[in-house]
C-alpha cells in the first residue's frame, strides 16, 4: 500500500495559528479504498477520525487527537462531462489547481470564493462563498459527491441517490463522513469585467439594493475609523479580455494590499492609537481601476497578511442595519481595528446547514491582524450579528452552540437525525462539532 502512516505525534496548526491539535497518527491515503481502511482501522482501534486540507479554517473544525486524514493524494479531476456540464474531482484537489485545470479545458465554475488555497472538500463543507446575486456558495454548485461513512462503506450522492444525504452532506462540516470526491457544475469559460472604485460608506448604504440589483456580482470592504469603503462589481462581458497589467497588479495587489498593508499591521500592533489614522491612509491608497479576465482571476485575490476571521449570513434585508450598528459600535469604543470589514451577498440554497439556507443572505466579515487581539472586537460584532439572526460561517471564529443553532436553522433537526444514522458512535466527532452539533 502507498498510504503514509505516522505514529508519531506531531503538532497540526491551522493557517492562521489559532488553532493546534496533536493527533495519534496521520494518514495520508492514495485510493478511496486505503481511506475507508483507515477509517475501519480507526474504529477497530477506539479513535476518532478527522479530515484536514490546507488548515485555511479559524475553527477547530478539522481537530481531532485521532486519526487526521491528509488527502493531497486524492487529488485532480476524475472525469469531465461536457454534455452533462459536470466535472468531478478528486476530494484534496485545491481550488487553484482546480480552477486553472479547467481553464485549460475551456470551462469554469460560476461562482466561487475570494481565495483558492484551500481543497476542494474543505472548502465546501464549510461553506465557502463568494458574491453573487443569482450565483450561490461553492457548495450550491455541488450535483454529486462520494462520502465514506463511519463503517467504512462509500456513499454516492445526489439529488437521484442518496438525496437525503447529498442535502446535507455538501455542508457536512464534516460530521457526516469524509468526503471523497465532488461532481460540480461547470459551464463554458467566460469574461468578467470587474470595476472596483472608492465609495463613501452612507452612500454605500444608501444605494445597496441598487448596486446588489443592478451587478451579478458585487462587495465592497469598509475601514473602521473612517467613512470610506472600496466596492467591486463583478458583471460578464462579451470582451475583449484586458487583464490587470503586470505592473499595476504587482503594485496594487502585492505591493500595497500585502506588503504595505503588512507592514501597517505590524505599526498598528505595536502602537494601538496610529490605527485610525493608518486607516484612513489605507482607505485612500486603493484608486478605481476597471479589467476584464477569465473568472478564477476576477473573483479571487492573493491573501499574504495573516488574520483572524469572525463572519456571519444575516437576512439580506437586515444588512444595512447590521452595518450602521457595526459602525455605531466601533466609533463609541476604545477598539483600534486595523482590518477592513468585508460584505458579501449569496441567494437562498437549499442545502440544510448552508448560511444561506432558505434565505437571501448577506456577509459581513470581520478580521483582526495575526497577533493582535481579538477577542473584544468579535464578541462586540457577534451580539449584533446574532441580534439579526445571523448565521456564522463554520470555518470561522464564533461562540455559538447547538440550542443556538437549532434556532436559526429550520432544518436544524434534519441535518441531527442524519448524523444520527451516519455516525451514531461519533467516529467523527471533535469538541468543535459536539458544540455546535451537540453530542
Given at each position: 500500500m502507498s498510504t503514509t502512516v505516522s505514529e508519531k505525534s506531531g503538532t497540526w496548526r491551522n493557517w492562521a495559528g489559532n488553532v493546534t491539535a496533536r493527533p495519534a497518527r496521520e494518514v495520508t491515503p492514495a485510493s478511496v479504498d486505503e481511506l475507508a481502511a483507515a477509517v475501519r482501522k480507526a474504529a477497530e482501534d477506539g479513535l476518532t477520525v478527522?479530515?484536514?486540507?490546507?488548515?485555511?479554517s479559524f475553527t477547530a473544525a478539522a481537530a481531532t487527537d485521532g486519526v487526521s486524514i491528509?488527502?493531497?493524494?486524492?487529488?485532480?479531476?476524475?472525469?469531465?462531462?461536457?454534455?452533462a456540464g459536470t466535472v468531478t474531482v478528486e476530494a484534496g484537489t485545491p481550488l487553484k489547481r482546480l480552477n486553472a485545470a479547467l481553464a485549460r479545458e475551456g470551462l469554469s465554475l460560476t461562482n466561487m470564493g475570494d481565495i483558492m488555497e484551500q481543497t476542494v472538500s474543505g472548502a465546501t463543507s464549510t461553506g465557502t462563498h463568494g458574491t453573487g446575486r443569482d450565483s450561490g456558495s461553492i457548495a450550491a454548485q455541488i450535483k454529486g459527491l462520494e462520502l465514506v461513512t463511519a463503517d467504512g462503506s462509500v456513499l454516492t450522492c445526489s439529488e437521484q441517490e442518496n438525496p437525503d444525504v447529498f442535502a446535507s452532506a455538501r455542508i457536512g462540516i464534516g460530521a457526516l463522513g469524509i468526503i471523497t470526491a465532488i461532481t460540480f457544475a461547470v459551464e463554458p469559460i467566460f469574461l468578467l469585467t470587474a470595476r472596483e472604485e472608492p465609495m463613501p460608506f452612507e452612500k454605500v448604504l444608501a444605494e445597496f439594493d441598487e448596486l446588489w440589483s443592478e451587478n451579478e456580482h458585487f462587495e465592497f470592504y469598509w475601514f473602521p475609523h473612517t467613512g470610506n469603503t472600496n466596492t467591486k462589481r463583478n458583471n460578464r462581458s462579451a470582451g475583449p479580455e484586458r487583464p490587470v497589467g503586470q505592473l499595476s497588479s504587482w503594485f496594487e495587489d502585492e505591493f500595497l494590499s500585502n506588503g504595505v498593508f503588512q507592514v501597517a499591521n505590524w505599526v498598528g500592533r505595536a502602537v494601538p492609537a496610529t490605527i485610525p489614522a493608518i486607516a484612513q491612509i489605507s482607505s485612500r491608497a486603493l484608486s478605481a481601476r476597471t479589467y476584464t479576465d477569465i473568472p478564477y482571476k476576477v473573483f479571487t485575490s492573493p491573501r499574504r497578511v495573516r488574520f483572524v476571521e469572525m463572519e456571519y449570513a444575516v437576512p439580506r434585508e437586515a444588512l444595512v442595519d447590521t452595518l450602521r450598528e457595526l459602525k455605531a459600535m466601533v466609533d463609541r469604543s476604545g477598539l483600534r481595528v486595523s482590518f477592513p470589514v468585508e460584505v458579501r451577498t449569496a441567494p437562498a440554497d437549499d442545502i440544510t446547514l448552508s448560511t444561506a439556507s432558505g434565505r437571501d443572505s448577506a456577509y459581513v466579515a470581520v478580521h483582526m491582524f495575526r497577533g493582535t487581539p481579538y477577542q473584544a472586537y468579535f464578541t462586540a460584532a457577534e451580539r449584533i450579528f446574532t441580534a439579526h439572526a445571523g448565521r456564522p460561517h463554520w470555518g470561522k471564529v464564533h461562540t455559538r452552540d447547538a440550542e443556538y443553532f437549532a434556532e436559526v436553522y429550520p432544518r436544524f433537526g434534519e441535518f441531527a437525525a442524519l448524523r444520527d444514522r451516519l455516525d451514531p458512535d461519533r467516529r467523527f466527532g471533535n469538541a468543535y462539532l459536539r458544540r455546535v452539533l451537540g453530542s
Open positions: 478527522k479530515a484536514v486540507g490546507t488548515g485555511h491528509r488527502p493531497q493524494l486524492l487529488a485532480g479531476i476524475r472525469r469531465i462531462d461536457r454534455e
